[in-house]
């Protein structure tokens, strides 16, 4: 319910971890303990975040901000209209 609001929020876009996996490997970040580490976020989030099972919320967007210099765009698929 919670990724469902977020959507709603920023106008039908749908959180897509694969540019912050990449940006992670790219730093040496292979686990979501390593991203937790260095984000500076509890494992589990940095876990859901990895996993997509969960889209940050806006201090997580800061958080990935700092870490690995990806935007909310970044990180961001539009739907397509259905």
């Known amino acids: 319910m919670r990724d469902s609001i977020f959507r709603e929020r920023i106008g039908m876009a749908t959180y897509v971890p694969a540019a912050l996996l990449v940006a992670a490997?790219?730093?040496g970040d292979r686990t979501p303990a390593d991203m937790a580490r260095r984000?500076?976020?509890?494992?589990?989030?940095?876990?859901?975040?990895?996993?997509?099972r969960h889209a940050p919320n806006p201090s997580?967007?800061?958080?990935?901000?700092?870490a690995y210099g990806l935007t909310a765009a970044d990180l961001m698929r539009e739907d397509s209209a259905a």
């Not at 984000?39 to 589990?44: A, C, F, H, R, S």
């Not at 989030?45 to 996993?51: E, G």
């Not at 997580?60 to 700092?66: F, N, P, T, Y």
């Open 25 to 27: 490997e790219g730093l």
């Open 60 to 66: 997580g967007l800061a958080a990935i901000e700092r």
């Open 39 to 52: 984000m500076g976020v509890p494992y589990l989030a940095a876990y859901r975040w990895a996993t997509g």
